[in-house]
């Protein structure tokens, strides 16, 4: 963690390169904790509150791109088993066509 003076220098830098409100915002964004300011209760309440919220909706994404892939996994195996119906039945049509021939020719 930086200390209190590492951070003092650390704004000096940025309001060189950038201006008093860039430096200002860079600084803010490293948060309370760069600072040495612990957490607060409230500070872990909201952070909870924003994980559930964020966690909800999660699953609320994946219940529904599930649900898709289970109606595209279904009609798959529904045309999978027409096409192999079709096929056993054109390959038992070929095979009593052979065998008629066979016993024609004999």
Do not use: K, N
């Amino acid at each position: 963690m930086a200390t209190e003076a590492e951070l003092q220098h650390l704004y000096q830098q940025l309001h060189q390169t950038l201006d008093r409100e860039g430096a200002t915002t860079m600084i803010d964004l490293l948060g309370p904790y760069a600072r040495h300011e612990p957490a607060t209760r409230a500070d872990l309440d909201a952070l909870r509150l924003e994980l559930r919220a964020e966690m909800a909706e999660l699953r609320g994404e994946l219940r529904g791109e599930m649900a898709e892939l289970r109606e595209g996994s279904s009609r798959d195996i529904a045309q999978l088993g027409q096409r192999l119906t079709t096929v056993f039945i054109g390959s038992q049509a070929v095979t009593v066509s052979v065998i008629g021939v066979m016993m024609a020719l004999t």
